[in-house]
């Protein structure tokens, strides 16, 4: 049995072990606080909620910056996997069906964590660039979704791509639901109608 082999079959110290759950309860039950009460939690409220002393949240973490990242990185893995496409249909309808319907997962998912993201962007550069990161693949996707479409329209696409960008924004969508009224299903036909529109010559 190779050295990598067993690596998988050793025991995990208890230390270590300790120190992985630990991190992680500090992780979320930052993420809890500030989804409950929509903004970032003290030191001591996230050790009261992960059951562990305040002394201790700084054993795993720098400061309080380094957990702020690593619990809004999480937050941001976790609704990415809502919004992965496993494969992008030929089709330029089904394409367009697939992406509102993501996007509309993801937004749901992730919405009260984005809002307090963007509420605390002036004053914190860590939140600041995670929300940068996320536009910024999420435009990508679009431009990887609609590159065939896109490709065709020459001149106009990257016009285009910043509107479909507007459209399939976390912007669009609380305007949709909270503003307008719109149900879940409405806002998704939407943006489907958008998309058509501005892709289909």
Known sequence: MS????????????????????SEAAVRAMIELFEE??????????????????????????????????AIDKRFREAAAYGI???????????????????????????????????RLAENPILAETAARSRSLMRRQLGLVFAKELAELGDRADVILDLLDILFSLDSWTQLLDHQGHSVDEARGILTLGARALLVR
Request: glycine share 6%.
């Open 37 to 70: 009460t929509g903004s970032l939690p003290t030191v001591a409220e996230v050790a009261g909620r992960a059951g562990i002393s305040p002394r201790s949240v700084f054993r795993y973490f720098e400061d309080v910056d380094a957990l702020t990242r690593a």
């Open 85 to 119: 496409l496993l494969s992008i249909p030929d089709d330029l309808d089904d394409r367009i069906d697939l992406l509102a319907k993501t996007r509309a997962d993801m937004f749901a998912f992730i919405g009260p964590t984005t809002q307090l993201v963007r509420s």
């Open 3 to 22: 050295s990598a082999d067993d690596a998988l079959v050793l025991p995990i110290d208890g230390r270590h072990r300790r120190r992985v759950e630990n």
